[in-house]
């Protein structure tokens, strides 16, 4: 006992630095890194031929 359950950070876009409750994996090709980027950034980075979705990032976890 003892934790708190305290709400994660906002996680920062790796591209543009937007912090955001909702932040989404992906990838621009398959030997590029994971990413997290902001809703903007994925727009964006769907216009990639090898564009991969890895998931979505929420700070509120549902349990
Ligand atoms: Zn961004």
Redesign the pocket.
């Known amino acids: 006992m003892g934790k708190k359950s305290r709400l994660k950070p906002p996680k920062q ?1 790796n ?4 912090e955001a409750d909702t932040q989404f994996r992906v990838r621009q090709s398959e030997t590029d890194e994971w990413r997290i ?2 809703k ?2 994925q727009t964006l980075a769907k216009n990639n031929d090898d564009y991969m979705y890895g998931g979505t990032w929420k700070r509120k976890k549902r349990n």
């Open positions: 876009c591209d543009c630095g937007v980027v902001c903007a950034c």
